[in-house]
Nanobody, 115 residues
């Protein structure tokens, strides 16, 4: 069954770091690319970062220089590390995996950054 599931959200102080993980089923190799999106309060869902099967990574300007997306093939996961967190990073973070001609979405994980 094709599925992605996020974990790792939580409450963190501004300036801190957080590592989100996206478990990919049946295998990380089944996905052409993996991406992270977020929906911050009062805003539309926005793209944060993505990584291809060839490990080419791209980042939104809002997180560029602070975020690192990676694929962990030993755990079939795509991880997103964000450093120097800001209150405006608060939101629900979603993982998305492109497979075949469709996209599998996770349920999201809440990230709250306190000032």
């Amino acid at each position: 069954q094709v599925r992605v599931a996020e974990s790792g959200g939580g409450l963190v102080q501004a300036g801190g770091s957080l590592r989100l993980s996206c478990a990919a089923s049946p295998s990380i190799f089944a996905f052409k690319s993996m991406a992270w999106y977020r929906q911050t309060p009062g805003n539309e869902r926005e793209w944060v970062a993505s990584i291809t099967a060839g490990n080419t990574a791209n980042y939104a300007d809002a997180v560029k220089g602070r975020a690192t997306i990676s694929r962990d093939i030993t755990k079939n996961a795509a991880n997103l590390q964000i450093n120097s967190l800001k209150p405006e990073d608060t939101g629900v973070y979603f993982c998305a995996g492109a497979i075949g001609g469709s996209v599998a979405w996770g349920q999201g994980t809440q990230v709250t950054v306190s000032s």
